[in-house]
């Protein structure tokens, strides 16, 4: 029998560059640079599904949410976090927690945390409590410390209910 519980984790990067816009974790931040991507391009969103969707045996976002497909062009990924919860509610699974670290160099982004949990909770339906986001830099080493490029680090914990306990 399976346990009531699963975890999940999720990975994602993005290359920077010039003039483009960087989305966080739903939230934009001011910065000369920006996330290359099909879609928005926000590595802790999409780390963020990737990990929700493991833990419930969902495969990954890639897989859901594939970039050869032009409707997720330039996809805000609060849409595909949504969409995630969804399946994961649909399996018959409710979010314990999510936990994240945000890997950039600059800027320095502690005071849009408090922001970026907020815009992820309403995003999944949950309490703000359940959500907790973290940044870190690499010391100026590898692709994030020549910023290049930002990465973002995801684990969720996943409860096992009877599929009726959320409104959705």
Same mark, same amino acid.
């Given at each position: 029998? #399976?346990?009531?519980?699963?975890?999940?984790?999720? =990975?994602?990067?993005? *290359?920077?560059? $010039?003039?483009?816009?960087?989305?966080?974790?739903?939230?934009?931040?001011?910065? /000369?640079? &920006?996330?290359?991507?099909? /879609?928005?391009?926000?590595?802790?969103?999409?780390? @963020?599904? $990737?990990? %929700?969707? &493991?833990?419930?045996?969902? *495969? $990954?976002? &890639? =897989?859901?949410?594939?970039?050869?497909?032009?409707? =997720? *062009?330039?996809?805000? /990924?609060?849409?595909?976090?949504?969409?995630?919860?969804?399946?994961?509610?649909?399996?018959?699974?409710? @979010?314990?927690?999510?936990?994240?670290? %945000?890997? @950039?160099?600059?800027?320095?982004?502690?005071?849009?945390?408090? #922001?970026?949990?907020?815009?992820?909770?309403?995003?999944?339906?949950?309490?703000?409590?359940?959500?907790?986001?973290?940044?870190?830099?690499?010391?100026? %080493?590898?692709? !994030?410390?020549?910023?290049?490029? !930002?990465?973002? =680090?995801?684990?969720?914990?996943? !409860?096992?209910?009877?599929?009726?306990?959320?409104?959705?």
């Amino acid at each position: 029998m #399976a346990p009531p519980f699963r975890i999940g984790n999720g =990975y994602d990067v993005h *290359r920077l560059a $010039d003039g483009l816009e960087l989305w966080l974790c739903g939230v934009r931040v001011a910065h /000369s640079k &920006g996330a290359v991507a099909h /879609s928005d391009g926000d590595v802790a969103i999409h780390a @963020l599904c $990737d990990a %929700l969707l &493991g833990a419930a045996g969902l *495969r $990954d976002i &890639g =897989y859901h949410f594939p970039d050869t497909n032009a409707a =997720y *062009r330039g996809i805000d /990924s609060k849409i595909l976090l949504a969409r995630t919860m969804r399946m994961v509610r649909e399996k018959g699974y409710e @979010l314990g927690n999510v936990d994240i670290v %945000l890997c @950039l160099q600059r800027p320095k982004v502690k005071d849009l945390i408090p #922001a970026m949990q907020q815009c992820l909770a309403q995003a999944m339906q949950t309490d703000v409590e359940n959500v907790c986001v973290k940044a870190t830099t690499t010391e100026t %080493l590898g692709f !994030v410390g020549r910023e290049e490029g !930002v990465a973002a =680090y995801a684990v969720s914990l996943l !409860v096992k209910t009877n599929g009726s306990n959320h409104p959705n």
